[in-house]
């Protein structure tokens, strides 16, 4: 079931909404129970087969919880920390198996010749959300962070369906607690109002926008396989379009999943902060998946060490942790190579830090157009790796890649000649040539990416514009937005209008891009 969904609009949340106030009036652990099957139910609709796999996974992950809390009481650390690896080890095994197994025996085979084969595995919904999720309840157990073990709360806290298949990866201490105030399960009006608002602008983010834009994707990056040679201008469209898809798609997923648990009274940690207004590849990572970027950060960058060694330590330590975010994403050289390149743009961008810094410079200080020019080098940084995270394979990367580097050639659409008059003379004059596109006939994309570049780089976010509910725990601190939210008859309007527009659009739904992952 989807979120942008006629099943899932009309039936499913209203539904789920009504029964747990309705229940809630009577006994908190009733409406718990019935929030936890209505979340296994939406779980269920996508394959019925692997609720039972999720179901395993919770009651053996609470029991090694509990089990490991209890050796921890009882003063045995030794204990404590040989259960947490042997679950740690068994949760990145079922992960290992479904998401990675195939993609291993293919290069094995590749490698040796040989024909070995596990059968068509296919993968779990959301298996990598809730496994990560599940391993940060074990490590604070193990460290003593996580105070409540509640079967009813856990399982509700595992499965809670706007987190579910896409994230944001939840922590234990943050979440447990909610579900324990007696408020949340009385409905709270502010709290609806504004979670229906950032719901429905969610779903125009991802129905209006990145739906919208999705069209002008894929002949781009299917072209290579199909012999096609891609013009600089074809290429660099395709990949600011896709740039702007996933933004606007994974976007609208994380107000759409913030919104439906501000429903239930319950607030979501934010997961997306405007990243393409980043200024550095640092400050990228820390609004891009939030929650991923903490989870890499406390459960894998500082084991390793973090910076407390050596910095070439610190460095590899980096590479390392972007790799492997790079191959969670997906079982493929072009996430190996993706999260690769972002370890090397984080390596740099520390390494000029400290050269700047023993230059005596202030790194907290700088200039308007030094911003500018941080933010625009990082966006073209990101658009670049993007590339890498679409394509299908190594070589359509690669192909695409050199389109955009002019190493086909310049080739712009005829009918701008005429346009451009001595500047196209001017520009024939050194090399570009005006000719057909036939990947991208129309240049309706050039439209969508100038639109898109003014919103991403200059509006505020929705985080900023629903700043007096508090929709998200931990959301960066910046300026506040001249654009604020508040229950008023011109927000309701406004929020109806679109509502009304994503209806029209919903026969086109699609799934969202980080279900795949």
């Given at each position: 079931m989807l979120f942008n969904s006629h099943a899932f609009i009309f039936l499913f949340l209203p539904l789920t909404l009504l029964v747990f106030f309705g229940l809630g009036r009577f006994s908190a652990k009733l409406a718990a129970g019935w929030l936890a099957v209505a979340s296994l139910f939406f779980y269920g609709w996508w394959s019925p087969a692997y609720v039972a796999l999720l179901l395993l996974s919770i009651l053996c992950n609470f029991s090694a919880g509990s089990a490991i809390a209890r050796a921890q009481a009882a003063g045995d650390s030794r204990r404590s920390f040989r259960l947490l690896t042997l679950a740690v080890i068994a949760n990145l095994a079922l992960l290992a198996y479904y998401k990675y197994a195939n993609f291993f025996l293919s290069n094995y085979n590749a490698l040796t010749g040989s024909g070995l084969s596990f059968g068509e595995i296919i993968l779990p919904l959301g298996i990598s959300f809730f496994t990560f999720t599940q391993i940060a309840f074990l490590v604070d157990a193990h460290q003593g962070k996580a105070r409540e073990y509640n079967l009813v709360h856990y399982g509700l806290f595992v499965t809670y369906f706007p987190h579910l298949i896409a994230g944001p990866i939840l922590h234990h201490g943050e979440m447990m607690p909610q579900f324990a105030q007696r408020e949340i399960y009385r409905p709270q009006h502010d709290l609806i109002a504004a979670g229906l608002t950032l719901f429905v602008l969610g779903l125009a983010k991802k129905v209006l926008i990145a739906d919208g834009v999705a069209p002008y994707v894929g002949p781009v990056f299917d072209a290579p396989g199909a012999g096609v040679t891609l013009t600089f201008l074809e290429a660099w469209c395709g990949a600011l379009a896709y740039t702007f898809q996933l933004y606007f798609d994974f976007s609208g997923y994380s107000d759409m999943a913030v919104g439906l648990s501000l429903l239930f009274g319950v607030r979501l940690p934010a997961n997306f902060h405007s990243p393409y207004k980043a200024v550095n590849m640092i400050d990228f990572w820390r609004r891009w998946h939030m929650t991923l970027?903490?989870?890499?950060?406390?459960?894998?960058?500082?084991?390793?060490?973090?910076?407390?060694?050596?910095?070439?330590?610190?460095?590899?330590?980096?590479?390392?942790?972007?790799?492997?975010?790079?191959?969670?994403?997906?079982?493929?050289?072009?996430?190996?190579?993706?999260?690769?390149?972002?370890?090397?743009?984080?390596?740099?961008?520390?390494?000029?830090?400290?050269?700047?810094?023993?230059?005596?410079?202030?790194?907290?200080?700088?200039?308007?157009?030094?911003?500018?020019?941080?933010?625009?080098?990082?966006?073209?940084?990101?658009?670049?790796?993007?590339?890498?995270?679409?394509?299908?394979?190594?070589?359509?990367?690669?192909?695409?890649?050199?389109?955009?580097?002019?190493?086909?050639?310049?080739?712009?659409?005829?009918?701008?000649?005429?346009?451009?008059?001595?500047?196209?003379?001017?520009?024939?004059?050194?090399?570009?040539?005006?000719?057909?596109?036939?990947?991208?006939?129309?240049?309706?994309?050039?439209?969508?990416?100038?639109?898109?570049?003014?919103?991403?780089?200059?509006?505020?976010?929705?985080?900023?514009?629903?700043?007096?509910?508090?929709?998200?725990l931990g959301v960066l601190n910046e300026a506040p937005s001249r654009i604020r939210w508040r229950i008023s008859l011109p927000w309701a309007l406004l929020t109806l209008a679109l509502l009304l527009a994503v209806i029209v659009n919903l026969d086109r739904h699609s799934e969202f891009l980080y279900f795949q992952f």
């Open positions: 970027s903490r989870f890499l950060r406390d459960y894998l960058y500082v084991p390793l060490g973090g910076n407390r060694k050596s910095r070439s330590r610190r460095y590899t330590n980096l590479l390392l942790t972007m790799l492997l975010g790079g191959l969670w994403h997906g079982a493929g050289w072009t996430f190996v190579l993706w999260g690769a390149l972002h370890g090397l743009y984080l390596v740099i961008n520390h390494g000029w830090r400290e050269f700047r810094r023993s230059l005596g410079h202030k790194l907290h200080q700088s200039t308007p157009w030094g911003r500018r020019a941080g933010c625009l080098l990082t966006f073209i940084a990101v658009v670049v790796g993007w590339v890498l995270f679409r394509a299908p394979d190594v070589a359509t990367a690669q192909a695409i890649l050199s389109a955009m580097a002019g190493f086909n050639g310049v080739v712009l659409p005829e009918i701008w000649l005429a346009r451009l008059g001595a500047a196209g003379t001017a520009l024939t004059a050194v090399g570009v040539e005006f000719g057909a596109t036939p990947v991208l006939p129309r240049t309706g994309v050039l439209n969508w990416i100038w639109i898109l570049l003014l919103i991403v780089w200059l509006a505020p976010n929705t985080q900023q514009i629903m700043a007096a509910a508090k929709p998200a």
